[in-house]
Every structure is written in structure tokens, then in C-alpha cells.
Nanobody, 126 residues
């Protein structure tokens, strides 16, 4: 069983930056593709970014491309989301998730990911 714990959320002004971390334990982290999702009040959970198990490939939602960067440290079993130039519309609960089944393709569907963290709140004031 994989446990994922997010941290790093908080309140930030528009234009500011935050770095989210997701610490994994209990599984074969270095073999999993990892993703970040977010869910704003009253909206469905949506894909933000994903990174291949080897870190050689990444994928982003159009809404965050050029502003967010996903990375990972397999030695520390941690995945990160660097968020720059934050906007009010980035306000949401951010979740990390593990996809242990897809070896190459970086998937963006909520149902594609088997393991989820509890989420961390990001609030951007305008």
C-alpha cells in the first residue's frame, strides 16, 4: 500500500510562488508515474501535471504550462510541484497521485491513478 502526504500549501498573493511536496512511502515509488491534480470548490478534480517514473518526461495542463514545473527525487521518494506566477484561478486543494500501471504514457485521468494523498490547500489572493 502506498501512502502519499502532500505539504507546502498556503496563502499567497497573485504573482507569487509556492512549492508543493509529496512524500511517498510503502511502495515502489521509483517505478510509478506520478501526477498532481487539483480541485476547486464546486468543480471536478482536474489534471495539473505528471512525470514519468524516470523523470525523463513531463506533461502539463494547458492552464499551467510555462508557470508550473513538476519534478521528482526518487532517492527521497518525493515529487514536487513548483508553482510560479500564481493566479486566483489556481486556488484549489492540490493532490498528488501515483499511477503504478502505465510504464510510458503519462495519463491525465483521475481514474488512471490508484493512490492519492489527502491534499493541501493553495489559496491565491488577487
Amino acid at each position: 500500500q502506498v501512502q502519499l502526504v502532500e505539504s507546502g500549501g498556503g496563502l499567497v498573493q497573485a504573482g507569487g510562488s509556492l512549492r508543493l511536496s509529496c512524500a511517498a512511502s510503502g511502495g515502489a515509488f521509483s517505478t510509478y508515474n506520478m501526477g498532481w491534480f487539483r480541485q476547486a470548490p464546486g468543480k471536478e478534480r482536474e489534471f495539473v501535471a505528471a512525470i514519468r517514473w524516470s523523470a525523463e518526461s513531463t506533461r502539463y495542463a494547458d492552464s499551467v504550462k510555462g508557470r508550473f514545473t513538476i519534478s521528482r527525487d526518487n532517492a527521497k521518494t518525493t515529487v514536487y510541484l513548483q508553482m510560479n506566477d500564481l493566479k486566483a484561478e489556481d486556488t484549489a486543494v492540490y493532490y498528488c497521485a501515483a499511477d503504478p500501471k502505465s510504464w510510458f504514457r503519462l495519463r491525465s485521468g483521475v481514474n488512471d491513478y490508484d493512490y492519492w494523498g489527502q491534499g493541501t490547500q493553495v489559496t491565491v489572493s488577487s
